[in-house]
């Protein structure tokens, strides 16, 4: 995995050495379990997927988290990504919409022995709002526009990474907020991504 992300452009050796680090077949489901260190990516439950390292990798990378930083995930999936995260900052907020995703990245997590993150399963549009603002935060999900509530939740100076389009046709999108607004710092890679779901003004739901 380390290698396929190097080849596609991801320098942060940090970044490197965590992916390098993190057991992939524990985060994926039993089934996909045999082809998992392809650099490609992996489908979950309902119609769900996580994307192929290098992309995770660079991603990350744009988000520039120092070991201080606090972050928000939206889409944890089955926790690859989480655990990521947490390898590279001082903690994690997750939220995925499905309540057996939420469950199964817990346990991967702690399988893993990742004690910096937290995952809920809950509507990703309302973010984490009583843990922000977030150094850093990322979408996992194509969505026509950066949620607003996420965009209030993210620090000054802060960076998010969110895929801006549509399922079929998405760009993934570093943004920086600066005064209190957000900016577009640059554009990744253009990439295909499960829509975002939520977004009728759901809460967070129940951690379990």
């Known amino acids: 995995m380390r290698d396929a992300a190097a080849e596609q452009g991801v320098a942060d050796r940090r ?3 965590a992916l390098a680090g993190i057991p992939r077949e524990l985060f994926v489901p039993e089934s996909e379990a045999a082809d998992v260190y392809q650099d490609r990516p992996v489908s979950l439950p309902h119609d769900q ?4 390292p290098s992309l995770i990798a660079a991603m990350v990378e744009a988000l520039e988290l120092d070991s201080d930083d606090v972050a928000l995930e939206i889409g944890a999936g089955y926790g690859f990504q989480t655990a990521l995260l947490a390898a590279l900052c001082r903690y ?20 893993h022995g990742v004690s910096n993150a937290e995952v809920a399963a809950g509507d990703g549009h309302a973010g984490w709002p009583e843990h922000a603002p977030f ?9 026509p526009q950066v949620p607003p509530g996420l965009t209030q939740q993210l620090a000054e100076g802060g960076r998010l990474v969110a895929p801006v389009g ?4 998405a760009l993934v999108t570093v943004y920086d907020q600066q005064q209190g607004r957000l900016r577009v710092r640059r554009e990744l890679v253009p990439a295909r991504f499960v ?4 977004g009728d003004g759901g809460e967070r739901r129940t951690r379990r």
Do not use: F, P
């Open 92 to 111: 994690v907020w997750a939220i995925e919409w499905w309540s057996d995703l939420a469950h199964a990245a817990r346990a991967n997590l702690a399988a």
């Open 166 to 169: 549509s399922r079929s046709s």
């Open 195 to 198: 829509e975002m779901a939520g």
């Open 135 to 143: 150094h850093g935060i990322i979408i996992s999900a194509a969505t």
């Open 49 to 52: 997927t996580t994307s192929q």
């Open 15 to 17: 970044v490197l050495d």
